[in-house]
């Protein structure tokens, strides 16, 4: 039989209706976790956590949305009463965004920021408490993006936000190490989820230009794009028992994609 590795420890997903999140929650199910699927979306939240029990996982639905304080501390209360501690954090909620320096209104600016780098902040925040009253092999794992370390036209909010998740991480990972408690960055390259969707419903990366570029050219050295389950893997290698000396890092998933020029 299969050791369950994370056995009985209390996982949330911000973000874990779709997409990167989802994949990183049904791996960590895998492995035994208990599955909080904290989303804005509360039906698909609640739908995620249905799909994952209908696998034979743990799994619970619990709607937050990470850009508002009142509903971050509601979700933090819930959790507490129903288990009262958190061993595993995984901030990936965020939202797409294509504004440029030109043109660009702060409104949308601050709207971005207080989604994709408060959010993670305040979510953090709120739950410090129970990830401290929590089990061995605490974790926290920021979803970033090669965004947060590189940058391309129109990225103005996004990459500010996901660079500040970067140096946020490192920050955490000081304050927290000696509770024992790691914090760990990955940065996904490009990763088919319904974030990649543009506004007329075609995929951003199945244009001619992406196509020529980053597959023909090899700017992705794998020539595809990431599928979610292919963030999966390093989410769960970070919230494993295998990463305890490893916190304060920065992970570029991307298919080498920065390793190229
Ligand atoms: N898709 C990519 O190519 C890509 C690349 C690099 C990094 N990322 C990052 O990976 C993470 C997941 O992205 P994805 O592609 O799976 O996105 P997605 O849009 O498919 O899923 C995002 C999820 O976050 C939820 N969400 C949005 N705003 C929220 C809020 N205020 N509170 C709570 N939940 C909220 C949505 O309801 C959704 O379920 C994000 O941090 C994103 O920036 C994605």
């Known amino acids: 039989m299969t050791e369950l590795r994370l056995k009985d420890r209390v996982a949330v997903v911000t973000g874990g209706a779709q997409g990167i999140g989802f994949a990183i929650a049904e791996r960590l199910a895998r492995e035994g976790a208990l599955l909080i699927i904290a989303d804005v ?5 609640k739908d995620a956590a249905e799909r994952l029990k209908a696998a034979g996982y743990a799994a619970e639905g619990i709607p937050v949305d990470i850009s508002s304080d009142a509903s ?6 819930a959790l507490d009463a129903r288990h009262g501690r958190c061993e595993i954090l995984v901030n990936n909620a965020a939202i797409s965004d ?8 702060m409104e949308r600016y601050a709207h971005v920021i207080n989604i994709n780098q408060h959010g993670a902040v305040r979510m953090s925040v709120a739950m410090i408490d129970l990830i401290l009253k929590a089990g061995p092999a605490r974790r926290i794992v920021n979803i970033a993006s090669i965004m947060g370390v590189r940058s391309w036209p129109d990225s103005v909010p996004y990459s500010t936000a ?3 998740i970067v140096n946020f991480t490192r920050a955490m990972a000081c304050d927290l190490a000696t509770d024992g408690v790691t914090v760990n960055a990955l940065c996904p390259g490009f990763v088919n989820t319904p ?8 995929h951003e990366y199945d244009s001619d230009w992406f196509r020529d570029i980053y597959v023909k050219y090899g700017r992705i050295p794998f020539r595809r794009w990431a599928e979610p389950e292919d963030i999966a893997g390093p989410a769960y290698f970070f919230c494993s028992d295998d990463a305890r000396y490893v916190t304060g890092q920065v992970l570029l998933v991307d ?4 390793a190229t020029f």
């Open 72 to 77: 971050v501390a509601a979700f933090a209360r």
């Open 41 to 45: 979306n509360a039906k698909g939240a």
């Open 162 to 164: 996901k660079g500040a």
């Open 195 to 202: 974030m990649s969707i543009l506004p007329d419903g075609s």
């Open 98 to 105: 294509g504004n440029g320096i030109k043109g660009m209104s």
């Open 255 to 258: 298919g080498g994609a920065s």
